[in-house]
């Protein structure tokens, strides 16, 4: 398995994980606005739809990658990354 079939795996584990608790997160939100009037359950779900569609919970996936990546640079290099 390459590196890069290694990270897909673990962002689709990371979206996975981060779905199963932002969904429903997302759908209590809009049922409180519901109760607001149509006009704000509207934007709420226009939000929870922009959050939901792929792409953005890859960041997190990117950014939880990364990480390991940092400590290793720190421990080898000595310093920050931000002052090497």
């Known amino acids: ?3 890069l079939d290694a990270f897909g795996q673990f962002v689709a584990r990371v ?3 981060v779905d199963v ?6 759908d ?3 049922a409180q606005a519901r109760s607001r009037g149509g ?4 934007v709420a779900d226009s939000v929870r739809s922009l959050v ?10 990117r950014l939880a ?6 400590t290793v640079r720190q421990r080898h ?7 090497a």
């Open 15 to 17: 979206r996975a994980e």
């Open 28 to 30: 209590a939100r809009v």
């Open 52 to 61: 939901m569609r792929g792409g953005k919970r890859m960041r997190a996936g």
């Open 39 to 42: 006009d704000v359950e509207i």
């Open 77 to 83: 290099v000595g310093r920050p990354v931000a002052q």
């Open 1 to 3: 398995m390459t590196s």
């Open 65 to 70: 990658g990364g990480i390991p990546l940092v």
């Open 21 to 26: 608790r932002l969904g429903p997160w997302l």
